[in-house]
């Protein structure tokens, strides 16, 4: 069966630090990734995608990034990190294709808390 | 752009109550998907369910049931009797192409407090 490890689950980090989340998907191949951001007001921000090794989608613009070195395995990275990057961050996967019908596995998240 | 939308901000009930969690979405595509995920207060968001645009059967799974109008764009959770268990937040998803893939679009979220 698949399984997807998410850490660290909770962070604490000093403005201006870097930050680095990794996300592995294990059970299955090529999946597609994403990492979402959960603000304070509960809604899901999707931040990156990824269809395969090293091709890398961001949704929106910031202070982050993202790479994917290995088929199963997906960073969220940031050499700074700003106030305004705390939230909840998840990492889910679907199957590997070109549907609307997959649904989405989710990681256990990670609480990030800049100071 | 699509869209989902969750008017709900917060719920509360007491147990056994029966409670509905409102969800309305705007698309321009003719096929797509809807969903329903739960988060708990561990944070990890678990899949409910997946409903096709073509298929307008209303969908009950022990005491959680769903409806979905596609009248008036609507796609609906029930929860019957509800128990201190469900306390979580609630979350509608609507299934989205960018750019030749697919991902989810989110509403922001219901959260549902059950007091025994």
């Known amino acids: 069966s698949q399984t997807i490890h998410q850490w660290p689950a909770t962070l604490v980090q000093p403005v201006g630090s870097p930050l680095s989340l990794e996300c592995t998907v294990e059970?299955?191949?090529?999946?597609?990734l994403y990492w979402y951001r959960q603000a304070a007001g509960r809604g899901l921000q999707l931040l990156f995608y990824?269809?395969?090794?090293?091709?890398i989608s961001s949704e929106v613009p910031q202070n982050l990034s993202a790479s994917r070195p290995q088929d199963r395995q997906f960073i969220l990275s940031s050499k700074k990190l700003l106030l305004s990057d705390s939230g909840f961050y998840l990492c889910?996967?679907?199957?590997?294709?070109?549907?609307?019908?997959?649904?989405?596995?989710f990681g256990s998240g990670t609480q990030l808390s800049v100071l | 752009a699509q869209k989902v939308t969750q008017a709900q901000t917060e719920i509360s009930v007491v147990e056994k109550e029966d409670v509905t969690l409102d969800c309305v979405y705007e698309?321009?595509?003719?096929?797509?998907?809807l969903f329903w995920y739960k988060q708990p207060p561990s944070g990890e968001l678990v899949f409910l369910i997946r409903?096709?645009?073509?298929?307008?059967q209303n969908e009950i799974s022990g005491r959680y049931s769903w409806n979905f109008q596609k009248s008036t764009s609507s796609f609906n959770f029930t929860i019957t009797a509800s128990q201190v268990v469900d306390s979580a937040v609630y979350f509608c998803?609507?299934?989205?192409?960018?750019?030749?893939?697919?991902?989810?679009?989110f509403g922001k979220g219901t959260m549902l407090l059950v007091s025994p």
């Open positions: 889910a996967w679907s199957v590997a294709g070109s549907s609307t019908n997959e649904k989405l596995f």
């Open positions: 059970g299955t191949s090529n999946p597609n």
């Open positions: 990824s269809v395969g090794i090293g091709q």
């Open positions: 698309t321009r595509d003719t096929t797509y998907y």
């Open positions: 409903r096709n645009s073509f298929d307008e």
């Open positions: 998803a609507l299934s989205e192409w960018l750019r030749g893939y697919s991902t989810l679009t």
